[in-house]
């Protein structure tokens, strides 16, 4: 079986892409430091895929235990790395921390896959790199905008890093992956989001306040330039994001990529925030109250992708609909409720 090492692979997409993995007869090894994300997702994964994957709780900054990790298992074929913090917020107040986190675990694992001559290499970034695109359906080919937090600083660095890195060692391969907005969870409920205190995403705060942990949803602002004056994003399914990265492992294996190669992962279709909430009360039946106040600072009125790129190169589209995908957000926050009441008693 081909190994694959997964950092970050208890988090929110590394979890799903896990469970694409193993259903893909990959043979899945994660090191996570659980600073987002809870063991219990091994369990699990096992429960849906029927393998538990090996899993090691490090931390990836830590050089030296990643390289004990990798020494153990000097078969990897491919790394997907996850691993980041990705609270953009948090990234304004604590700037050192992402830029230390989220930078020296790319620079570590770079210099990892040179030393034991790990040749690919698929990195998590974000349609945060284009800000407002002067076009939209946004391409591949639209140029970065100065980020807007550190945390965005650290996706385009971290593109930036791997390219340098690639063409300076003809043996590395890499695929970027940009994704949109995910959302959803896995069919089975088993895996989902997992916010930390108050969710600052969208969909978590919806299905919250839909399950009454919350009063009231904040729309940010309704004076926009779209048809609604909501903000409009490009909503992707968390299973669909997570099998477009099997693809990606397998392009890289297959020796298809001559260094690095970028993709949009997205629907193609712009959403605005209340249509979002409107769709979810239809399919649900659940009221969501909200109110509207005033923009959020830093916000882009609208994003949404043009996939095509990664339609035609890797024969991916994304297949959910986003009625299914609200559902399946709704059956994991019930389900997330239904444990915690169970917990509780
Ligand atoms: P997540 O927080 O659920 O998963 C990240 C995982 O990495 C967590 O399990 C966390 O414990 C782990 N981690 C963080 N720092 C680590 C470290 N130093 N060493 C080991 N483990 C560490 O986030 P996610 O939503 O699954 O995001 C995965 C990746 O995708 C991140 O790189 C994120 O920046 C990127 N991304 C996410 C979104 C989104 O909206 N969710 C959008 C675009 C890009
Ligand atoms: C979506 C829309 C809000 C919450 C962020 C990061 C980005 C990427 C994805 C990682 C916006 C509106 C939200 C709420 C609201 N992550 N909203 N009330 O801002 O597109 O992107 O996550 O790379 O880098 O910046 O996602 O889910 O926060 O917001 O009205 O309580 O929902 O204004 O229009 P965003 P989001």
């Not at 700037?95 to 620079?107: A, Q």
């Not at 003809?170 to 994704?179: A, E, G, T, V």
């Not at 925030?273 to 009221?287: D, M, R, S």
Request: charged share 20%; proline share 4%.
């Amino acid at each position: 079986m081909t190994k694959i090492l997964v950092t970050g692979g208890t988090g929110y997409i590394g979890s799903h892409t896990v469970v694409e993995l193993q259903n893909s007869g990959y043979e899945v090894v994660i090191v996570d430091n659980l600073s987002n994300s809870d063991i219990q997702v091994l369990d699990r994964i096992e429960k849906i895929t029927g393998i538990r994957p090996v899993f090691e709780n490090i931390d990836c900054t830590d050089f030296m235990a990643m390289t004990n990790f990798i020494e153990k298992h000097n078969d990897i074929k491919a790394i997907i790395h996850f691993a980041a913090s990705k609270a953009v917020g948090e990234s304004v107040e604590n700037p050192l921390l992402y830029y230390s986190n989220n930078l020296f675990s790319l620079v570590h694992l770079l210099k990892l896959m040179q030393n034991f001559k790990i040749s690919n290499l698929v990195f998590s970034s974000s349609c945060t790199v284009y800000g407002q695109p002067d076009e939209l359906p946004v391409t591949e080919s639209a140029p970065i905008k100065p980020a807007l937090s550190p945390y965005g600083n650290t996706k385009q660095i971290g593109e930036e890093i791997i390219r340098d890195t690639i063409y300076a060692n003809p043996d590395m391969k890499s695929i970027i992956l940009r994704y949109f907005n995910p959302i959803g969870a896995h069919q089975t409920a088993e895996i989902g989001e997992l916010p930390n205190g108050i969710p600052n995403n969208l969909l978590p705060f919806v299905t919250q306040t839909a399950a009454g942990l919350r009063k009231e949803l904040k729309v940010f602002g309704d004076d926009y330039d779209t048809p609604d004056g909501s903000c409009i994003r490009d909503y992707i399914n968390v299973v669909d994001l997570a099998k477009a990265h099997v693809i990606a492992v397998q392009r890289l294996l297959d020796k298809h990529v001559r260094d690095v190669e970028t993709f949009n992962l997205g629907t193609g279709r712009g959403l605005s925030v209340l249509e979002i909430i409107k769709t979810f009360e239809e399919v649900t039946g659940v009221k969501v109250p909200y109110k509207i106040v005033d923009r959020r600072e830093g916000d882009i009125e609208k994003v949404w992708a043009n996939p095509v790129y990664a339609n035609n190169v890797l024969g991916w589209k994304s297949a959910e609909t986003v009625e299914d995908t609200l559902r399946s957000a709704w059956a994991w926050e019930q389900k997330l409720q239904m444990n915690r009441k169970n917990s509780q008693n």
